[in-house]
T-cell receptor, first 112, second 113 residues
Framework: SQTIHQWPATLVQPVGSPLSLECTVE??????LYWYRQAAGRGLQLLFYSVGIGQISSEVPQNLSASRPQDRQFILSSKKLLLSDSGFYLC???????????FGPGTRLTVT | DQQVKQNSPSLSVQEGRISILNCDYTNSMFDYFLWYKKYPAEGPTFLIS???IKDKNEDGRFTVFLNKSAKHLSLHIVPSQPGDSAVYFCAASEVDSNYQLIWGAGTKLIIKP
């Protein structure tokens, strides 16, 4: 069966520090991968999605970036965090040609 | 402009009764709709979906209804149980959008004992 992992679970970082969040999927190949952010009391905002290694589409201009160095690995990064980057970050995957997205446990990021 | 709207931020229902969560959309190109359930500090989990060629889909206690003319869908939970207390998200996908989902803001469902 397929599983999705995210780490760390929680993170407290000062403004201006770098960020690296990692997501990996097991038990499938060539998944579509997604990064979302949920701000407090808000819905899910799609940040990036990827349909293959090295293929990244950005939905929202910001100081975040994403990379997919391996088929089942998706990384969210920032060189300098802003206070507004605080939120709950979720990674998700879908098989090809499927609507149902399956989410990881999320990372709670607090920028202080 | 929000294409998927969940106008009720919260809903309180007595245990054993029916819970009805509503979702409105504006984009007539949406052809697939999904409901997700989310507990605090966890990722959303898929509940049930419906294609635009149908008007109803049922899975156990969960039924989703789609009214395309009104651009409205609803999720019915019968009977409501304490474990159903969570935030429910409605999501939709547009034809030829590479299966991307547009999400509503969520409705917090509270089941009272």
């Amino acid at each position: 069966s397929q599983t999705i992992h995210q780490w760390p679970a929680t993170l407290v970082q000062p403004v201006g520090s770098p960020l690296s969040l990692e997501c990996t999927v097991e038990g499938t190949s060539n998944p579509n991968l997604y990064w979302y952010r949920q701000a407090a009391g808000r819905g899910l905002q799609l940040l990036f999605y990827s349909v293959g290694i090295g293929q990244i589409s950005s939905e929202v201009p910001q100081n975040l970036s994403a990379s997919r160095p391996q088929d089942r690995q998706f990384i969210l990064s920032s060189k300098k965090l802003l206070l507004s980057d605080s939120g709950f970050y979720l990674c998700a995957w879908t098989p090809n040609f499927s609507y149902e997205q399956y989410f990881g446990p999320g990372t709670r990021l607090t920028v202080t | 402009d929000q294409q998927v709207k969940q106008n009720s931020p919260s809903l309180s229902v007595q245990e054993g009764r029916i819970s009805i969560l509503n979702c409105d959309y504006t984009n007539s190109m949406f052809d697939y709709f999904l409901w997700y359930k989310k507990y605090p500090a966890e990722g959303p989990t898929f509940l049930i979906s419906i294609s635009s060629i149908k008007d109803k889909n049922e899975d156990g206690r969960f039924t989703v209804f789609l009214n395309k003319s009104a651009k409205h869908l609803s999720l019915h939970i019968v009977p409501s149980q304490p474990g159903d207390s969570a935030v429910y998200f409605c999501a939709a996908s547009e034809v030829d959008s590479n299966y991307q989902l547009i999400w509503g803001a969520g409705t917090k469902l509270i089941i009272k004992p």
